[in-house]
């Protein structure tokens, strides 16, 4: 066996793991499907600025090994991330926070506000929230549901909000005071020449393979490896027989525009469900560019299927009982181990999937 470890996949866990396990002395090399490392952390110069291919990556986390870890790799710039919503021309800020009721109601306290929320709230009769759209009333109520949650979720998730988990909008802080910052996490920013050098750093001392597909690979070099450290799609990975989990996806429209400032925000959600795109994205403001010109990325959801990529998998109660069954033939699997986004099927941040990947590597 030439290998110990094969890694299929260059995303932000397989580079982390083959990071590890070469550090560790073990002879690793990774696959990866498409022409380029760092998966969907991917990000490219255009007219010197850096764009986030696979939509916006802001780096956030509670887990101080977590960000000890990261800068390591790469110094991080103090970028907060603070969207704003765009319901039919009217500017909220997000997340929901005094800014978003003052605007919403004109209120100017915080016992205001929770008194707004709490009539809502009441009025919806909801004590116990069983999905989202009851998740969403219960915890911010009816005007801010029907503004700012309802359109777009519906856009992103493709189904209805009676039809989704409640855990999904509870990523989002909701908080009375008047502090717009997306996440309630002590250390955040975007690393300083994008994220692609990160992928490269980790990837130093170790073999690479592009355009290259496992399931092609392993027919042609069968025993290559002694392990193998699999984040693609699970159920891919056992021929879906059990039956396809699902996934959504996106399509990105990326273009140039020549004026320096487009939306004055690097992030602009979409927030009513006539306008077909959930979000647009103004990359140089993740970095304080000053450059004359602009790119711009309109974020449109897209429904999945085979030959798209799979970007968000649907933790709904159907297809994660649907992964156990999944999990519990990769657990049955000496010489395979599943990470990340996919080979876990759980909708994970960045530092979720680092700190993942370091466990992993440590345990074995
Ligand atoms: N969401 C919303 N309105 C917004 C932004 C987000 O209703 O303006 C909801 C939506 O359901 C979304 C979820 O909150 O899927 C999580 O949003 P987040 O920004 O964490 O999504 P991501 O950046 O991972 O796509």
């Known amino acids: 066996m030439k290998y110990d470890y094969l890694i299929v996949g260059a995303g932000l866990f397989g580079v982390v793991a083959a990071h590890e396990m070469t550090k560790a002395g073990k002879k690793c090399i990774v696959l990866d499907r498409r022409g380029h490392i760092g998966g969907n952390i991917y990000t490219e110069d255009v007219e010197g600025i850096c764009v986030h291919k696979y939509g916006p990556h802001i780096f956030h986390t509670k887990n101080k090994k977590v960000w000890d870890y990261i800068n390591k790799f790469a110094e991080f710039n ?101 502090d717009n910052n997306y996440f309630d996490d002590p250390f955040q920013g975007i690393p300083v020449g994008g994220y692609t050098p990160i992928a490269e750093k980790m990837l130093e001392n170790c073999e690479v393979r592009l355009n290259t597909d496992y399931f092609d690979f392993i027919a042609r070099n069968p025993g290559i490896a002694k392990k193998t450290v699999y984040t693609g799609a699970i159920d891919e990975f056992f021929g879906c027989r059990f039956g396809a989990l699902e996934y959504r996806s996106l399509r ?67 297809n994660n009982a649907l992964y156990e069954k999944y999990k519990a033939l990769a657990d049955g699997q000496d010489d395979v181990y599943f990470g990340g986004r996919l080979g876990q099927y759980k909708y994970f941040d960045m530092d979720k999937v680092i700190a993942e990947a370091l466990d992993f590597s440590e345990r074995v």
């Open 78 to 178: 103090h970028y907060i991330n603070m969207p704003v919503a765009n319901y039919k021309n009217e500017i909220y800020n997000l997340p929901f926070n005094m800014n978003t009721f003052n605007k919403m109601w004109g209120v100017k306290t915080p016992d205001e506000a929770r008194a707004m929320i709490d009539a809502q709230r009441l009025k919806s009769g909801i004590k116990e929230p069983k999905n989202l759209e009851e998740q969403a009333l219960f915890l911010v109520g009816r005007d801010i549901y029907e503004k700012l949650i309802k359109g777009y979720t519906e856009k992103q998730w493709g189904r209805d909000c009676k039809d989704l988990p409640p855990f999904i909008i509870k990523r989002l802080p909701l908080r009375f005071v008047y």
């Open 252 to 318: 990105f429209e990326t273009k140039i525009l020549p004026t320096d400032n487009y939306q004055g925000n690097a992030i602009v959600n979409y927030t009513e469900r006539e306008v077909p795109y959930t979000r647009v994205i103004e990359h140089k403001h993740f970095a304080f560019g000053n450059q004359p010109n602009t790119v711009i990325t309109h974020e449109y959801p897209a429904a999945w299927e085979r030959g798209l990529e799979p970007y968000y998998p649907i933790n709904d109660e159907r």
